[in-house]
């Protein structure tokens, strides 16, 4: 399916492994050309080598913390003026509501609150001048159904939602779409983390983890980067200009609500 979208320029954050880095594969087939982003120079040039071979599209590459202002700073100077933007990051550490003091709330709202934000007022003013534009914003199934242990992430994914749900419309009528991608368990490297945590916590072997969470999925299993991508790609293409807001759910039905 032609998206639509050949020629355009995505700045994809954090992409070098897992979510990220599927929605950067899927663009590529797009035919989008890519900044991509991740804080690790070697994994960052080696999945950049391999998507310029693949598909043949132009791949600049960032290393650089990208909850950071100076993170940020050197992405812009690189991106440029970019069509579409794709914010991601790493997610908070896993832990007790007792764990958090101000100092971790501020780190997490920094990653997965701040820093979208900052990129979102910094790239789209020249998508509205343009008349066209998309933004995903991947944030996480603890947006509609918390995770208990993700505490910090359940805040600033909340507060970053708030903020996304007025501004989508604001930005709307310049052509500007704008929407959140919440994956669920998906297999990347993060899981394997989580999943390692969560067999040390119990002291249940990693696959029997794994098993169990698998279970109580609908689809009977984790999902893919590439379906995470292929989505994310959806959402930037040009079928999407009547999609406004939304908070779209990728998580083989595990969330168990109507709407
Ligand atoms: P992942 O497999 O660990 O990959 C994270 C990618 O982001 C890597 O390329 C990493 O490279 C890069 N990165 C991490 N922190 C960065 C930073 N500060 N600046 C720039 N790049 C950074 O993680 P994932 O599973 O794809 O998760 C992506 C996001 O989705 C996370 O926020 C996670 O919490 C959320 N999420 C994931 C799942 C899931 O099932 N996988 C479910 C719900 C929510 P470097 O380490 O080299 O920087």
């Not at 797009?30 to 120079?41: D, F, H, P, Y």
């Not at 960052?44 to 202002?69: H, N, P, Q, S, W």
């Not at 001048?129 to 509609?144: L, M, Q």
Request: aromatic share 4%.
């Amino acid at each position: 399916m032609d998206l639509g979208i050949k020629g355009k320029k995505a700045l994809v954050c954090a992409s070098s492994k897992g979510l990220g880095r599927g929605c950067a594969e899927s663009l590529a087939e797009a035919g989008v050309n890519l900044v991509m982003n991740a804080r690790g120079a070697e994994a960052l040039e080696a999945a950049a080598a391999e998507i310029r071979a693949k598909y043949g599209v132009t791949v600049e590459t960032v290393a650089a913390d990208v909850t950071t202002e100076e993170g940020r700073a050197q992405l812009l100077a690189v991106a440029g003026q970019v069509d579409i933007l794709v914010n991601n990051a790493g997610g908070p550490p896993p832990g007790m509501w007792t764990d958090w003091e101000r100092d971790d709330f501020i780190a997490a709202l920094d990653a997965n609150m701040l820093a979208p934000i900052a990129l979102i007022k910094a790239l789209v003013p020249h998508m509205i001048d343009n008349g066209w534009g998309r933004v995903v914003n991947i944030t996480s199934v603890s947006v509609k159904a918390p995770i208990a242990v993700l505490g910090l992430s359940n805040a600033a994914r909340a507060g970053l939602t708030g903020y996304v749900a007025g501004t989508a419309r604001q930005i709307a009528p310049k052509g500007v779409v704008m929407n959140n991608l919440l994956p669920g368990l998906h297999a990347t490297d993060r899981m394997v983390n989580l999943d390692t945590a969560a067999s040390q916590a119990t002291g249940k072997s990693f696959d029997e983890v794994r098993a169990e969470k698998a279970a109580s999925i609908p689809a009977g299993r984790y999902g893919t980067a590439a379906e995470f991508g292929a989505t994310c790609a959806f959402m930037c293409s040009q079928f999407a200009g009547y999609m406004v807001g939304q908070n779209i759910l990728l998580d083989g039905g595990a969330t168990n609500t109507t709407m």
